[in-house]
């Protein structure tokens, strides 16, 4: 997408258009036939063969990702993701670096994460961001960035899918500063036992610290 004086072209749109012009001044210039042909091979390449092909090495790039991430196996994950290169040049942005600050933050890095998620942010479209704010404030929080965490949950729409865990991170943030403390323990104690993973792990932390 190029954006000119409010002006937004879309270029993928426009190269069926924009070569069939190229097609009819080489024909009117006596272009050879194999030339024509050889011309127009790009088209069924680019809308048609170009996505398959993008498509199966994202179903087995996400496969693997998603067999090493369970295995634990972060490193080499790491590694895995930095050779996919065509994946990382013709991929989704977002998607692909949504990956990586998933990776960053299983292996603590939080500071990197952090990075990779607001270039993540930079690079999508509408309608992927709430996944995105969602993910950043998760690291803002680790990394202690509270009032920046809290500000990018509250920033999420109504009837986001992430509304619980929302909340249950504004009851964290409440007893990390020692506001309205009464009533973040009792909703994280009520929490406590339906919640597993990490989160459970952050409730206990909080309530233990919090005495």
């Known amino acids: 997408m190029a954006k000119s004086s409010g ?10 258009p924009f070569s069939l012009i190229t097609m009819f001044v080489m024909w009117t210039q006596h272009a050879p036939l194999w030339l024509l042909a050889l011309f127009t091979l790009w088209i069924p390449a680019y809308y048609v063969a170009y996505p398959w092909y993008l498509r199966k090495k994202w ?12 295995q634990g ?34 292996m603590e890095k939080f500071r990197e994460a952090e990075q990779v998620l607001e270039r993540a942010l930079d690079a999508s479209k509408a309608g992927y961001r709430d996944r995105l704010y969602f993910n950043l404030a998760n690291v803002k929080y680790e990394l202690g960035k509270y009032d920046e965490a809290e500000q990018m949950y509250r920033a999420l729409k109504r009837g986001s899918p992430y509304g619980h865990s929302v909340r249950t991170q504004l009851a964290l943030i409440d007893l990390h500063r ?15 036992d ?18």
């Open 73 to 106: 196996d972060y490193r080499g994950l790491l590694e895995f993701y930095r050779s996919q290169f065509f994946l990382r040049k013709f991929a989704p942005r977002q998607e692909m670096l949504s990956k990586l600050a998933l990776i960053y933050s299983a």
């Open 178 to 192: 020692g506001t309205h403390t009464d009533e973040a323990r009792r909703f994280l104690e009520r929490e406590r």
């Open 59 to 70: 179903v087995e790039f996400d496969k693997i990702f998603a067999m090493k991430f369970q």
């Open 7 to 16: 002006l937004t072209i879309d270029w993928h749109k426009a190269l069926i």
């Open 194 to 211: 339906s919640a597993s993973g990490p989160t459970r792990d952050r409730i206990e932390e909080a309530l233990q610290r919090a005495g």
